[in-house]
């Protein structure tokens, strides 16, 4: 499998799963986006990723910054990726976007609000920990889907748990129903 020319963003790269899909896409050609939190452990997961993709892994795999449950940083993230993607196709009307693999999430033990005011675990996992807003990345996936390209991926981990938060209220987290979004796909051209 080559993916060669693919452009894909990771969220929660900087280490497990998240890490070997950005690990994985990499030695398969693919430009890769690593959103990450940390810069610092963006950095370290990126030395590792381009030394076992080697290549030209140095110019393909690119660091992201933003905390997916905030959406204001989310929202930036984004522009930020447009920005880079126009810079890097040289066509200001042209933003290149293949996949979006939404591995990023936080779960906190105690009820922990955002400072946006969004309870920490619903806004990471269902509001924002998405990556960038769906409405936004939509039509990059609607024009692939249109054009047959590629056919629609959906994942989800089917994680669940019960939270008992301080103030004695229980919180039952399903993400079995995640709202779907294109995983492995293609924009027209």
């Known amino acids: 499998m080559c993916l060669a020319g693919r452009v894909y963003i990771v969220t929660g790269s900087n280490s497990g799963i ?102 920490l675990t619903f806004a990471s996992h269902l509001l924002f920990g998405l990556g960038p807003k769906p409405y936004t990345v939509l039509p990059f996936f609607m024009c692939a889907i249109c054009h047959n390209h590629v056919g629609y991926r959906n994942a989800s981990g089917d994680g669940y748990g019960v939270h008992d938060f301080d103030d004695d209220a229980k919180v039952l987290i399903i993400e079995v129903c995640t709202p779907p979004l294109p995983l492995l796909t293609t924009t027209c051209l």
């Open 18 to 119: 998240g890490k070997e899909i950005a690990q994985f896409l990499a030695t398969k050609g693919a430009t890769v986006y690593m959103l990450c939190r940390s810069q610092q452990r963006a950095e370290n997961a990126r030395a590792d990723i381009v030394a076992k993709a080697g290549g030209d892994a140095q110019e393909r795999i690119h660091i992201l910054l933003a905390d997916c449950s905030l959406e204001t940083e989310v929202r930036r993230c984004w522009d930020d990726f447009c920005e880079h993607s126009i810079a890097r196709s040289g066509d200001p009307t042209r933003v290149r976007l293949d996949g979006l693999v939404c591995n990023a999430g936080a779960l906190a033990n105690t009820k922990t609000t955002t400072a946006e005011g969004i309870e």
